[in-house]
Nanobody, 122 residues
Framework: QVQLVESGGGLVQAGGSLRLSCAAS???????????MGWFRQAPGKEREFVAE????????SYADSVKGRFTISRANAKNTVYLQMDSLKPEDTAVYYC????????????WGHGTQVTVSL
C-alpha cells in the first residue's frame, strides 16, 4: 500500500517561493514510476482544486491555468518523490496542498497525503 507524505509548506511573503515535496513509502521505485502524481489544494471555504499533474511517462505535465508559468511539477522516481516548485506566490495561493497518486490505467486518484499548509502574506 502506497502512502504519501507532504512537506515543505510554510509562511512566505507574496512574490516568494516554496518547494513542496511528496515522498511515497510502501512502493518500490518501479511501482512509483507507474503512478501519475498530482498536486491539489483546498483554501478555506472552498472545494479542493487541481493544481498540477505529472504523468508516469517522461515530460507529461499539466497545470491549472491559475498556476501556469509560476509552478513547476517534477518527479524523482529513484527517490519515490514528487515536487512542486512554487514561484511568484500570491495570497490567493494560500491553501492546504495535497499530493495524490493515480495508478496506471486508472482514472481517479486513489492515494492521498494528509496535506501541508501554504500561507502567502501580503
Amino acid at each position: 500500500q502506497v502512502q504519501l507524505v507532504e512537506s515543505g509548506g510554510g509562511l512566505v511573503q507574496a512574490g516568494g517561493s516554496l518547494r513542496l515535496s511528496c515522498a511515497a513509502s510502501g512502493a518500490s521505485g518501479l511501482t512509483f514510476s507507474r503512478y501519475s502524481m498530482g498536486w491539489f489544494r483546498q483554501a478555506p471555504g472552498k472545494e479542493r482544486e487541481f493544481v498540477a499533474e505529472i504523468g508516469w511517462s517522461p515530460g507529461s505535465t499539466s497545470y491549472a491555468d491559475s498556476v501556469k508559468g509560476r509552478f513547476t511539477i517534477s518527479r524523482a522516481n529513484a527517490k519515490n518523490t514528487v515536487y512542486l516548485q512554487m514561484d511568484s506566490l500570491k495570497p490567493e495561493d494560500t491553501a492546504v496542498y495535497y499530493c495524490a497518486g493515480r495508478a496506471i490505467a486508472t482514472y481517479t486518484y486513489g492515494v492521498w497525503g494528509h496535506g501541508t499548509q501554504v500561507t502567502v502574506s501580503l
